[in-house]
Structures are given as structure tokens and as C-alpha cells.
């Protein structure tokens, strides 16, 4: 990209200006997905997974009497969406919403399910923050996701559920839901703790001068990062209090004591958050002060330097003046002692500004 040139703008909700209350208007920008669609049922004896050819296909596993949790990779096929909303009785604004990548963390909720919409973030090889908005839908005995793109952070969901490690297989929808949202808030730990050596390795560069263009950059980043964070989970206090009190029968009470550790982490990555928001502030504010510390030197050095000629060269200007009766003009050593004064002069003054420490 050209130095000058701007960064386009996303304008997402052009899309959805005069459009229909409910309708289908995917918002995000990765067109080029591939449909996947994939299934776990489970119960405590055994389990099922495998890769789904067409919707219709998951149909079956709505009214089992294990638990049955089907992704869906690819907000962009909006029939098939639709196509799963109609089956299962979503509301059509709920669909709206699943397609709707700009969408704000909430929670919906009805009487025969629950519907929540979270990003999900976390950093690739190169430590940029990749965020993905997630749908969960929790039903009597299904939870239905739905993801922009392939890759998420739920395999080790999906591990515990193979391996029947914990009590997930023991469990119902509930608790299920509760561990695809605990694999989220687990990934924002991994992201704020990252962020923070991010934070200490730039103190440690501005501390020791090394104050490289790119900081501030790096500075800037980092508030769009926290910000971005923050827009992310800040509603999850929200989300998860609902789902404490929710009375609709679809959270067992037991399974609200995990909510709540949940909620506990939410609020510490929060509280981390605002404390590293505070931090990037104070690293502007050392980023400016060093540079004005480095153009004081700057000038300190010129302000020396421009100080040590203001007396050679009043020396030299009444040298300079070539007046007739000058008589130092027409002595044989005239011109030696002249440099000998002027060089005293430097010295002395060199040697005062070092016992002053301007030096």
C-alpha cells in the first residue's frame, strides 16, 4: 500500500439500508467460503461425528434424545441458513442477525431456545488479531453454530467430547454451550496476555531510547486492539447474568454455577483490559515525551555549539575589519596569537561547560 494512500472503509450496513425486517443480507466480506457443515451427537456411552452433504441431512438429529451439537461454516449461503431456520422455527430476525457479521454480542430469548450472538478472537502466526462473529443457538437438546470461515477455537470442545474427557458427555445442550462459551472467554485470556508483552517489550524499547519510527504505529495498533477486545466482551456480562436467570427450562441450575465462573473470568479479562488501555496512554504520553527529550538534546547540542563561536567570532569580526591604525595588524606574530586566544577560549569555555554538566 502507498504510503498516502487511505485505508477503504467497510460501509456493511449499506447493505441492509431499505431491506425488509428479516431479510437475508449476508454483511461480511469473505463471499468466496466453502459450505461446511458438521455434526456431533453424543450421549454418555457413545458418540457420532461426521461431515454433513447438505442441511437436510441434520434434520433428523433435532427430536434424538442425545445431545446434538451442528456447526455450520459459511454465513454467505443464506438459503441454506434460511433452510435450517425454518426447520428448527427460528424467528426470522434471527436470521437477520446470523448473517449480520456486524452484529453486537447479545442474547435472545424465546421459549423453545436461546439464541446469542459473541465474537470470537484470537491471533494467527504473524499476531494479528482475527476476529469471527459466532452464533449459538441452544435448543431442548441441540446447540446450532454458525461461523463466517473455517478455523475457530473449539477443538478442545470437540476433543473432549471424542475422548470423553470432563463431564461433556454426561451432560446436556446446556453444558455444551456453556463450553463453546468458555473456549471463547479462554482465547481472550491468550489475547490480553500476548497484548501485555506487547505492552512491557515497547516500555522496554522506550526506556533504553529506542524509539523507532514504528512505535507510535505499534502504539496506535494496540488501541485499536484493546478497543476492539473490549467491544467484544464488554456485553458478555450482559449474556452471561441472562443466562444465570434465564427460567425458560433450558439451563439446568447446576450448569448455572459454571455461568458464573465463566462471568468471573469475563470480569478479569475486563478489569485487564481497562488496566492495559491505561498502560498504552501512559506509552503514548513516553513516546512524546522521549522525542521531546531527543530534540532538547538536539538543540542543547546546537545552542553549545552556536555558543562557543558567538566569542571566536567577535574575535575574528574586530580582526576582520582591516581598520589602518590596528596595530596588532602589522606585528610579526600577530596572527599566531590570535589563533592562540581564540583556541584558549574554545578550551576554556569547553572545560566550563563540562563542569557544569551541559556537557
Do not use: C
Not at 431491506?19 to 450421549?43: M, S
Not at 441454506?80 to 426447520?87: A, F, L, M, P, Y
Not at 442474547?107 to 450472538?117: A, E, K, P
Amino acid at each position: 500500500m502507498p504510503k498516502n494512500a487511505k485505508k477503504k472503509r467497510t460501509q456493511n450496513y449499506k447493505k441492509q439500508i431499505g431491506q425488509v425486517p428479516g431479510a437475508l443480507i449476508y454483511t461480511g466480506a469473505k463471499e468466496g467460503n466453502k459450505l461446511h457443515l458438521h455434526v456431533f451427537d453424543y450421549n454418555n456411552e457413545d458418540y457420532k461425528e461426521g461431515d454433513l452433504d447438505s442441511v437436510e441431512e441434520a434434520f433428523r438429529f433435532k427430536d434424538s434424545e442425545t445431545v446434538t451439537w451442528f456447526n455450520l461454516n459459511g454465513l454467505n449461503f443464506v438459503n441454506e441458513i434460511e433452510t435450517i431456520g425454518n426447520h428448527y422455527k427460528l424467528h426470522p430476525l434471527i436470521l437477520e442477525d446470523i448473517v449480520n457479521t456486524s452484529q453486537r454480542p447479545k442474547i435472545d430469548t424465546y421459549q423453545d431456545y436461546i439464541f446469542i450472538v459473541l465474537k470470537m478472537m484470537y491471533y494467527d502466526d504473524s499476531e494479528k488479531i482475527i476476529s469471527e462473529q459466532v452464533s449459538l443457538v441452544l435448543g431442548k437438546n441441540y446447540v446450532l453454530t454458525f461461523q463466517e470461515a473455517e478455523g475457530d477455537v473449539f477443538n478442545s470442545v470437540r476433543q473432549r467430547i471424542k475422548t470423553k474427557k470432563g463431564r461433556i458427555r454426561s451432560e446436556g445442550a446446556d453444558y455444551l454451550l456453556y463450553a463453546l462459551i468458555d473456549a471463547i472467554v479462554d482465547h481472550y485470556y491468550a489475547i490480553i496476555e500476548t497484548m501485555g508483552n506487547k505492552i512491557e517489550d515497547l516500555e522496554d524499547d522506550l526506556f533504553t531510547g529506542l524509539t523507532q519510527e514504528e512505535i507510535a504505529q505499534q502504539i496506535q495498533n494496540l488501541k485499536r486492539e484493546v478497543l476492539k477486545i473490549r467491544r467484544a466482551i464488554f456485553p458478555l456480562r450482559e449474556i452471561i447474568n441472562r443466562l444465570e436467570k434465564n427460567e425458560n427450562g433450558l439451563i439446568k441450575e447446576k450448569t448455572t454455577h459454571f455461568f458464573r465462573d465463566v462471568y468471573d473470568h469475563v470480569i478479569q479479562v475486563t478489569e485487564t483490559l481497562d488496566i492495559y488501555r491505561e498502560m498504552i496512554w501512559s506509552l503514548m504520553d513516553m513516546y512524546m515525551t522521549t522525542i521531546s527529550n531527543k530534540m532538547n538534546e538536539v538543540m542543547k547540542v546546537l545552542t553549545i555549539i552556536a555558543t562557543i563561536f558567538i566569542p571566536l567570532t567577535f574575535i575574528a569580526g574586530i580582526y576582520g575589519m582591516n581598520f589602518a591604525n590596528m596595530p596588532e595588524l602589522q606585528y610579526k606574530y600577530g596572527y599566531y596569537i590570535v589563533w592562540i586566544v581564540m583556541i584558549v577560549v574554545l578550551v576554556g569555555m569547553l572545560v566550563y561547560f563540562k563542569r557544569k554538566k551541559w556537557l
